[in-house]
């Protein structure tokens, strides 16, 4: 299993025929995502050639849906038209919309998500790399060949971060890779992610990647405190960061000893969650849950 994506995902890309959605495409494609149109009113009713596929061109995403049956929106549109593609896959009907456009004002964040919210569409991202399930399909810009299926969850505030992990336990593998993204406002949580790997049979251990600012890892420690069984292992990105200073992403600020890494990384140890100082670290914890030490192998006499 996996959560949010599979292979049975029919995908609409918005903005797939600008430079940015045409190369992505092609790679969720031959990651073998379903990618079974995109939307650009200019553009509708042509098809553009994919290697071995053709993707037609809808003009609007009910359109697209009303065609092809897709579920997931991708979305690759400039900044300033970001809210209205994801107003209008929301009131198209669209399960998920996957935002991968950064620089979009909070103001306008805020009113998609909530709009989003009351259409019943769930929302990943914006600023993020967004999500894959490795060898079922892949919505977003997160490389497809750098791991494979395996046992692991991985929520992620930062795309880097998350290909990094992905990287290190490739040999493990995984169910699912979100990057839910950096900004102060953003649709799908880590304890988003939480409940739903915590509901998923085929994910044995969660890793969570938070950063500096905010409380969204604060939070995530509480709930799983509460509501958690499975181990998690998280790695905080931010240790050398100074006060006061946004470092990277929008959301990534500190003030005072609030929003710290040793703070967040104190939360997640107090509720049972071992913590890496890098991401080398992280990844050795998690090999350490999952693969124990065979009994007998210990040079320790009595």
């Not at 509480?222 to 470092?247: E, L």
């Amino acid at each position: 299993m996996a959560i949010y994506l599979t292979k049975e995902s029919k995908i609409l890309v918005q903005g797939m025929t600008g430079g940015e959605g045409m190369k992505h495409t092609r790679r969720m494609l031959a990651a073998g995502t379903d990618v079974v149109g995109g939307v650009n009113p200019r553009k509708a009713g042509r098809t553009v050639d994919f290697d071995d596929r053709s993707v037609p061109v809808f003009r609007t995403v009910r359109d697209g849906i009303e065609a092809t049956g897709a579920d997931v929106s991708v979305v690759f549109v400039p900044p300033a038209f970001a809210k209205e593609a994801v107003i209008e896959a929301a009131d198209a009907g669209i399960g998920l919309a996957v935002v991968i456009t950064e620089g979009i004002p909070v103001h306008d964040s805020v009113a998609f998500h909530t709009h989003a919210k009351a259409r019943g569409t769930r929302v990943i991202g914006p600023n993020c790399p967004g999500l894959i399930t490795p060898g079922q399909s892949n919505a977003g810009i997160i490389p497809a060949d750098i791991t494979r299926t395996g046992r692991i969850g991985l929520v992620s505030k930062s795309g880097t971060l998350t290909y990094q992990l992905m990287h290190e336990l490739r040999d493990i593998g995984f169910s699912t890779c979100v990057g839910i993204g950096g900004d102060p406002v953003v649709g799908t949580t880590h304890i988003d992610c939480l409940a739903a790997f915590e509901a998923d049979p085929d994910t044995e251990l969660v890793v969570l990647i938070g950063e500096i600012g905010g409380d969204a890892e604060e939070r995530a420690a509480a709930y799983i405190r509460a509501h958690v069984t499975k181990p998690v292992v998280g790695y905080i990105a931010g240790f050398t960061a100074p006060d006061g200073r946004t470092m990277g992403h929008a959301g990534a600020i500190v003030s005072g000893s609030t929003g710290t890494a040793r703070a967040k990384k104190e939360a997640l140890e107090a509720v049972g969650v071992q913590v890496g100082r890098t991401p080398t670290e992280t990844a050795k914890l998690v090999r350490e849950r999952l693969e124990p030490p065979e009994r007998g192998s210990s040079t320790a006499t009595d």
